[in-house]
C-alpha cells in the first residue's frame, strides 16, 4: 500500500512540474507592437508573409515571431532570429490548441 502511495505522489509531483515548466515557458512569450521589432525583421516577415497578413508580434528570449494569416484563414508563426534569420515555422491555431489543455 506505501509503495501505491509513493507512486501515485509521484505521479501527481511529476505532472505538476511538467505543467509549471510549459506555463514558464509560455509566460517568456510576449506579445509586442511592431515598432518594437527590428526593420531586418520586419523585412524578412514581409517577404515571408507574401499574401497573408501579419497580425501580431511576439518576442521569445532574443528571437521574434510573426502570426501571419493566411487567405484560407488559417494562421502560420514564423520564427526569425533578431537578423531576420527565419528559424521555423509552424501552424499557430494547433500551438493554441494544445495550449488548451
Same mark, same amino acid.
Given at each position: 500500500?506505501?509503495?501505491?502511495?509513493?507512486?501515485? *505522489?509521484?505521479?501527481?509531483?511529476?505532472?505538476?512540474?511538467?505543467? &509549471?515548466?510549459? /506555463? &514558464?515557458?509560455? =509566460?517568456?512569450?510576449?506579445?509586442?507592437?511592431? *515598432?518594437?521589432?527590428?526593420? &531586418?525583421? /520586419?523585412k524578412a516577415a514581409e517577404t515571408e508573409a507574401k499574401s497573408g497578413k501579419i497580425v501580431?508580434? =511576439?518576442? =521569445?528570449?532574443?528571437?521574434? =515571431?510573426?502570426?501571419? #494569416?493566411?487567405?484560407?484563414?488559417?494562421?502560420v508563426g514564423i520564427k526569425f532570429s533578431a537578423e531576420g534569420k527565419v528559424l521555423s515555422?509552424?501552424?499557430?491555431?494547433?500551438?493554441?490548441? #494544445? /495550449?488548451?489543455?
Amino acid at each position: 500500500m506505501k509503495k501505491w502511495n509513493l507512486l501515485v *505522489a509521484g505521479l501527481i509531483g511529476t505532472s505538476l512540474s511538467i505543467a &509549471a515548466v510549459a /506555463q &514558464a515557458a509560455k =509566460e517568456k512569450e510576449q506579445e509586442i507592437k511592431a *515598432a518594437d521589432v527590428p526593420a &531586418a525583421v /520586419q523585412k524578412a516577415a514581409e517577404t515571408e508573409a507574401k499574401s497573408g497578413k501579419i497580425v501580431r508580434w =511576439e518576442k =521569445e528570449g532574443n528571437d521574434y =515571431e510573426a502570426v501571419v #494569416e493566411k487567405k484560407n484563414g488559417k494562421q502560420v508563426g514564423i520564427k526569425f532570429s533578431a537578423e531576420g534569420k527565419v528559424l521555423s515555422k509552424h501552424n499557430e491555431s494547433k500551438e493554441h490548441q #494544445e /495550449q488548451k489543455y
